[in-house]
């Protein structure tokens, strides 16, 4: 059974358009992670998918009902953690999580031993009665999306939520998200981390202007980009805009003094690469080789895609 469908909403904004006519699901014991560029439509499609906003057109489905107005049984069933947080400055931390525990049902020993286990997940034991006002950007940042824990809810939507947290947390992040998916629980993750989108996902979009570029299975997307490398080079001076003639070496691309390519297959190719632009006098300035991600795995489909149409 899908937790979310949407058929083909469209959101409005005063500029323009925020969602152009859009359609997706999302399954459950799935996790999507939506990427894109700033302004691309995520926060404005989380917050469709969240229930805050409603769209303009088409039809949004959450948990089985429509997902604005949401019934207040389904709003029990989700959680969620936007990039802005909804704190009390001068409550502590212990007292802002045992209030969102509350409003989602939990009482008692077991709202108790939820709270403390939470902060303890989040490192934030030590602080836990301090005002949320002394907390670090960071420390909020954890605070806001172990609210949205506590009643381990069947969709879980979370906007940005690498941003500003330490790396412990968030590979703790990713190993309750997975946990979730084998229970069966969703989660709708959006972020501009490919990377950790990438261990985190079963599923990702790519948004450009309100649009889906591209989709697909994350294990799939990454298999598609293989053994595969991104090299940016930084030269002394320009004019190597003809493609070098090298095993290994895809879509070479000179701007100015920069050259970028992706490389396949042996770990000598960047050394010949280096070798060729030398022997035509350039003078390289810096270099950089990394493995592709996710985001660009996702770029390369949208560039498939235009080139069969």
């Known amino acids: 059974m899908d937790t979310i469908i949407a058929e083909n909403i469209v959101r409005l904004h005063g500029t323009g358009r925020g969602i152009e006519g859009m359609s997706l699901s999302v399954g459950a014991g799935q996790c999507l992670g939506i990427l894109g560029a700033n302004g691309s439509g995520k926060t404005t499609l989380t917050r469709l998918v969240a229930g805050l906003d409603r769209a303009d057109r088409g039809r949004l489905f959450v948990l089985g009902g429509p997902a604005y107005p949401r019934a207040r049984q389904l709003r029990h069933r989700c959680g969620v953690a936007l990039d802005t947080p909804a704190h009390w400055d001068s409550l502590s931390g212990r007292q802002n999580l045992w209030f969102f525990a509350r409003q989602y049902g939990l009482t008692g020993s077991a709202l108790s031993r939820r709270v403390d286990e939470l902060l303890c997940q989040a490192d934030l034991t030590a ?31 979370l906007d940005e939520p690498s941003a500003n947290v330490d790396e412990a947390f968030l590979e703790r992040l990713v190993q309750w998200v997975r946990q979730r998916c084998e229970c069966g629980k969703t989660t709708w993750v959006a972020d501009n981390d490919a990377d950790w989108i990438s261990r985190t996902a079963t599923h990702a979009i790519l948004l450009s202007n309100g649009r889906i570029l591209a989709e697909g299975e994350v294990p799939e997307l990454m298999a598609s980009i293989g053994a ?45 690469l280096v070798r060729w632009i030398t022997s035509r006098g350039g003078r390289v300035r810096s270099m950089e080789v990394r493995s592709m991600t996710l985001y660009e795995a996702l770029m390369r489909r949208t560039t498939q895609q235009e080139n069969k149409q």
């Open 127 to 157: 602080q836990a009665d301090d005002p949320v006002a002394a907390y670090s950007f960071g420390m909020r940042r954890k605070l806001s999306i172990i609210e949205a824990l506590p009643h381990d809810p069947d969709l879980l939507i």
């Open 228 to 272: 595969r490398n991104r090299i940016d080079i930084l030269l002394e001076q320009s004019g190597f805009g003809s493609r070098p003639k090298i095993d290994g070496v895809e879509a070479f691309h000179c701007d100015r003094n920069r050259i970028t390519a992706e490389l396949r297959g042996s770990p000598e190719t960047p050394v010949e």
